[in-house]
């Protein structure tokens, strides 16, 4: 019996060694870690087994017991000391072919050439001073000027903001993009650093003059993100003769912290929008420059997904931006209610959460805030990252400026995808018991009326309903309201509904940019030739828009602008309007906004 319990305890410590074998070398995978933590990890295991196998056979359990905690213990130790080392992304490939130089006020430049030679690209040019030490929480600054000739064939850092394990990112890309790839050449981490005020040109190769710009804004929730993710990357938009600039700017904390002292401290009298600040100084860093790139200062385009749209509808009644573009496309995302369902805050509430971050950190001024590392701040994203009205950036609301006359567009293109809301409430979605009590928290007074139109009987059409409701409230419906107020204004405005299916993102939130920016991978199996016959199509709305402010164009389907919210255009395989799905919604919406409609 003794004899039968120490096989099964040998065998047991092997199943155990084997299974941990396979979970760490997937860890080490999806961790990014070196070639040399594979090699090292390998040498632990050999050593391991040799030790089991030759000096621990037959011992008592707790001698094989220490042996496999001391295992993990190696295994540990080698895991953080083999991890990635922290590297910039290439423009194109290390070994691309350099662009002739490029001349500007503050000096002279490369970029690369895309393989095929088509489009070449520019990265990581400063549009103003690092905004470190004494210029935290201050408005941006010119960029010095640069001796020699810059290499601009890297991007620059992401802005600071909070990191994520490397394996946590790895395993969001696995199982919320489906597009994960084996591979021993992207065993590095991404940079981080407060020092990132750059932006990155995409252009169409050659002696140019007078094309079209579009200036993207990345999302992230006003907290993360970057600009080198290759889904709004610019190149496929170069391809149809746009120049594709986009920006690194400031973040949570840094970008969007709001203090009484540092409005005092302004000239300006402002706090809180150091962000899109920085949007606006890259926008003025455009007109200034991207004729040397082949670009028109007087077409300009911005666009924006998710938080990065509420910026461009931010920058659409900012006094300060005027004149800096002409049309705007917006993705996913607005401030353009009457009470914004997200990335937007009144000015006192943003004050009032200076003020607790300074309790936070145990600081009683500006001064002694400065000298907080970085990477600590970073924390403090989670309530700093929200558009306000500081009476500089924005004197007003836009829903307040659109009422008055005041915008700075003279087109708009904008829309939404029809599961907006799934990934944010992934875990935390309806269900039978919690429906009723979620839709009386959204919506008030008019919870009776949303229930008797929206029943739910069973878990599915629970789960169904709230992902429409959550989906109307926090995304689509300022996209309803921004196309009524354009509208009555007399700005045409094409609003769009994305529906397409994929073996990726699909309709999700942010899934329609790879399609709109011509970016699908050539070899990626998780799209189909109906994909990127949409993506042909969506991709050229974009460049006429930004050509004429008409996305249409030969061999397109008609897309009209709309005129009073009620119709978008459909983007699946089928491309035609339809009404919108979410108009019963909006009128609960107006009804709480008190808009009488």
């Known amino acids: 019996m003794e004899k039968q319990t120490k096989k099964k305890l040998h065998l047991g410590f092997w199943i155990l060694t084997v299974l941990v074998a396979l979970l760490w070398f997937f860890f080490l ?38 042996a496999f905690l001391l295992l993990l213990v190696l295994l540990w130790a080698v895991g953080q000391g083999s991890q990635g080392p922290y590297r910039a992304h290439p423009a194109v490939a290390e070994d691309a072919r350099v662009t002739d130089v490029v001349t500007l006020g503050d000096g002279q430049l490369t970029g690369v050439y895309t393989e095929d030679g088509a489009v070449e690209v520019y990265t990581g040019i400063p549009y103003a001073k690092p905004p470190v030490g004494d210029l935290r929480w201050r408005e941006p600054q010119d960029p010095e000027p640069w001796e020699g000739v810059l290499a601009a064939d890297h991007f620059a850092p992401m802005s600071m903001q909070p990191r994520k394990p490397t394996w946590y990112d790895t395993m969001s890309q696995i199982i919320g993009f489906h597009d994960f790839e084996v591979s021993l050449d992207d065993n590095f981490r991404d940079p981080v650093s407060e020092d990132a005020l750059y932006l990155n040109i995409w252009k169409p190769a050659g002696d140019v003059s007078d094309l079209p710009v579009l200036v993207y804004i990345h999302g992230g929730a006003l907290q993360t993100g970057q600009p080198w993710y290759a889904d709004y990357r610019g190149e496929g938009l170069a391809r149809k003769g746009v120049v594709v600039v986009n920006m690194g700017y400031r973040l949570g904390v840094f970008g969007f912290l709001a203090d009484e002292e540092l409005a005092a401290e302004s000239p300006n009298g402002t706090t809180g ?91 009683s001024s500006i001064e002694e805030l400065r000298q907080v590392d970085a990477a600590q701040l970073a924390a403090a994203a989670d309530t700093n990252h929200h558009i306000t009205v500081d009476g500089y950036v924005l004197p007003e609301t836009p829903w307040e400026s659109y009422a008055k006359g005041v915008h700075n567009e003279e087109a708009l293109l904008h829309g939404f995808n029809a599961y907006e809301g799934t990934a944010f409430i992934l875990f935390d979605n309806a269900n039978l018991k919690n429906y009723e009590s979620k839709v009386r928290r959204m919506f008030g007074d008019e ?35 921004w196309t009524r107020q354009a509208s009555e204004l007399g700005i045409p405005a094409y609003e769009y509904y994305f529906t397409k299916s994929n073996g990726r993102l699909g309709a999700w939130h942010s899934g329609e940019e790879v399609y709109c920016y011509g970016n699908i991978p050539e070899g990626s199996k998780l799209y189909d030739a109906a994909d990127r016959e949409l993506s042909e199509i969506f991709c050229s709305y974009f460049a006429n828009f930004c050509k004429t402010g008409d996305p249409n164009g030969p061999g397109l389907p008609r897309w009209e602008p709309a005129t009073d919210g009620q119709t978008v255009q459909e983007l699946n395989e089928t491309v035609a309007p339809v009404p919108d799905p979410f108009l019963p919604i909006y009128e609960f919406l107006d009804r709480l906004a008190e808009l009488g409609n």
């Open 29 to 66: 995978e999806v961790n990014k870690n070196t070639v040399h933590g594979w090699i090292q990890s390998l040498v632990v295991f050999v050593v391991y087994i040799t030790i089991s196998i030759k000096l621990l056979r037959g011992k008592k359990w707790f001698l094989r017991l220490g």
């Open 273 to 363: 929008n150091y962000g899109l600040l920085d949007q606006i100084k890259a926008l003025q860093w455009v007109r200034d420059n991207i004729a040397a790139f082949g670009g028109d200062p007087d077409n300009v385009t911005i666009a924006g997904e998710s938080a990065g749209s509420a910026c461009v509808s931010a920058l659409c009644t900012s006094p300060l931006a005027k004149g800096l573009f002409r049309r705007a496309i917006g993705e996913s995302s607005t401030v353009t209610a009457p009470a914004p369902a997200h990335s937007f805050r009144s000015f006192e509430e943003a004050l009032e959460t200076g003020r607790e971050t300074k309790e936070r950190f145990g600081v």
């Open 447 to 481: 919870a009776e009326a949303v229930l008797a139109l929206y029943p739910a009987a069973t878990d599915a059409e629970a789960k169904a309903n709230w992902i429409d409701l959550y989906s109307a409230y926090f995304f689509t419906y300022g996209h309803y309201c």
